[in-house]
């Protein structure tokens, strides 16, 4: 039984949640795994886990910060699919040492988190532990005919990212090493803590290209790890430009400051939760269109499958070299 019962707190939390509306997907597709979330009869379906000192420290951030960075990382990934969430099922491990303020927060967040996104709690469980665990299943629905798959790159597609980046990776970097100078950087630990992303993204992706093909996934794992995921799900071979990936100029700042490689921090830090996407398209196609989608920038192309090296970087002294995966690995 937990410290605030069981039963009243469950109560609380589920007390102004979404309604649920009942309307089924518009489409009846399936896709098993292999994306950013599966799909069954229509349904998007997805599930993160965020563990205490793992994913987030209540000594480094609040608990409203640690809930807003566990359900932004469920949303990214329906977006990251071309669509919007709408149903989610959440497992709750209350730390059986937190206090009853920090339960009581954790729950208000929880409830408030959701509720704003008009996603509808319609079950779960809760127990208490040694380390508190958030679990979110979250279902979405298809903001077009069809989902934005990793497997859909072309050769000659450009490549985009729909944010700068590196904040997440800057925002650890400072926690771990100069955690005295956090308000320094406000804003990459802020970001680190509890991102903000444009949750709508992919889905004003799909109206803007408008049954165009194109890829996509999130930037959860590091972009080294992603452009590794979509060379191989589309047996493409990818080129990204150093002078044009989008760092951010606070990390830019920050890195300057510590003797920090800000590239490293671009190409193999986690949680960032920007879009990557693959479309014929051009440039100019996003140039001035934000609403929702957020800033896009250009990246690299898309090749011929090569079979070995098959995402490299075309370096500031016109060098080439191999982007091998370097980020987060939970194994």
């Not at 299943?137 to 298809?142: D, S, V, Y």
């Not at 830090?269 to 269109?289: K, R, V």
Request: proline share 4%.
């Amino acid at each position: 039984m937990l410290d605030l019962g069981e039963f009243r707190f469950i109560d609380a939390l589920l007390k102004d949640a979404a309604p649920l509306e009942e309307r089924s997907p518009g489409s009846r597709t399936w896709l098993g795994v292999g994306d950013d979330a599966a799909i069954f009869d229509g349904w998007l379906a997805t599930k993160d886990l965020s563990v205490e000192n793992t994913h987030f420290r209540l000594d480094w951030s609040t608990p409203e910060q640690a809930v807003e960075k566990h359900i932004v990382s469920n949303v990214s990934d329906i977006s990251a699919m071309g669509g919007r969430p709408r149903i989610a099922l959440l497992g709750l491990c209350l730390n059986r040492h937190w206090s009853d303020e920090i339960k009581t927060r954790v729950r208000v967040a929880l409830a408030e988190g959701f509720a704003k996104r008009g996603i509808t709690l319609i079950g779960g469980d809760t127990v208490s532990g040694e380390e508190g665990v958030f679990s979110t299943t979250l279902l979405g629905e298809l903001a077009g005919s069809k989902p934005l798959l990793r497997s859909a790159v072309q050769p000659g597609d450009n490549l985009y990212v729909n944010g700068t980046l590196g904040k997440s990776a800057a925002g650890l970097w400072l926690l771990m090493n100069h955690p005295e100078d956090r308000e320094k950087f406000r804003s990459l630990v802020e970001y680190h803590l509890a991102p903000r992303i444009c949750e709508r993204a992919g889905a004003e992706l799909v109206g803007l290209l408008n049954g165009a093909s194109c890829a996509c996934m999130d930037i959860s794992d590091g972009l080294s790890s992603e452009l590794n995921h979509l060379a191989l799900a589309s047996r493409v071979s990818i080129e990204i430009d150093e002078l044009s990936l989008p760092i951010d100029p606070e990390v830019v700042k920050m890195a300057d400051c510590y003797g920090v490689n800000p590239l490293d921090l671009v190409l193999n830090g986690g949680e960032e939760y920007q879009l990557l996407f693959a479309n014929s398209s051009p440039i100019s196609i996003f140039n001035g269109y934000n609403d929702g989608l957020g800033k896009v920038y250009r990246i690299g192309v898309a090749r011929e499958w090569s079979g070995n090296d098959n995402v490299c970087m075309l370096c500031k002294n016109g060098a080439k070299m191999p982007v091998k995966p370097q980020a987060w690995s939970h194994l």
